[in-house]
């Protein structure tokens, strides 16, 4: 079974841009969570995907969005780009029938300059 | 005070000796509590699932719960320099849909 992949696998941007994420997950999981990862913060949960539908949601802010198509691939999307959003943004892949285990994809490194 | 906390490391065993990993968590309605290692440069990867109290045991690892003091714990017997890892304690409460990760603490086995 194919793990989850998740690109590009980085990225450099500058103040104000945009970005779009991809991420699919392990063939038959219906779940996709994203998570950002900073030295500072750890490990931060963005929002989950579970059949095209946000589930739930972190504390972050509206910039910050994500979709899920059909097939169950998701993208997230970070609006207006600060210089604090440079990160390892990690997607992962769950069943989505009850198990909260999570299978992380290689990541995102992103960069704002 | 952090919905999961750990020791905050880092931690330097030898090789051969136990090393210990300790963790604390907030939400007693959490069910389901699991161990991550995540090697530096790469992203986490699940190494133990605990959901009722006691010890569950897989090779090296164990790992312990206590539900009653909201503490959950990792042993690693014979420890090996390829455990040289940071480990993240994550809980998950079933109805939220997430895990809530800890900081993480960085484990340095020597040979």
């Known amino acids: 079974k194919a793990g989850v992949t998740q690109t590009p696998r980085y990225l450099i941007k500058t103040r104000g841009q945009q970005v779009t994420l991809s991420c699919s997950p392990i063939s038959g999981h219906r779940s996709v969570s994203w998570y950002q990862q900073t030295p500072g913060q750890g490990l931060q949960f963005l929002f989950e995907y579970f059949s095209e539908t946000q589930r739930n949601k972190g504390n972050f802010p509206g910039r910050f969005s994500g979709r899920q198509f059909s097939n169950s691939r998701s993208e997230m999307n970070v609006s207006t780009l600060e210089l604090g959003d440079s990160a390892l943004y990690l997607c992962?892949?769950?069943?989505?029938?009850?198990?909260?285990?999570?299978?992380f994809g290689s990541g995102t490194q992103l960069s704002v300059l | 005070q952090k919905e999961v906390e750990q020791n905050s490391g880092p931690l330097s065993v030898p090789e051969g000796a136990i090393a210990s990993l300790n963790c604390t968590y907030s939400?007693?309605?959490?069910?389901?509590f699991f161990w991550y290692r995540q090697y530096s440069g790469k992203s986490p990867e699940l190494i133990m699932s605990i959901y009722s109290n006691g010890d569950k045991e897989d090779g090296r690892f164990t790992a312990q719960l206590n539900k009653a003091s909201q503490y959950v714990s990792l042993l690693i017997r014979d420890s090996q320099p390829s455990d040289s890892a940071t480990y993240l304690c994550a809980v998950s409460n079933t109805n939220a849909g997430k895990s809530t990760f800890g900081d993480g603490t960085t484990l340095t086995v020597k040979p």
């Open positions: 939400d007693r309605v959490s069910q389901s």
């Open positions: 992962a892949s769950k069943s989505g029938t009850g198990s909260e285990k999570l299978f």
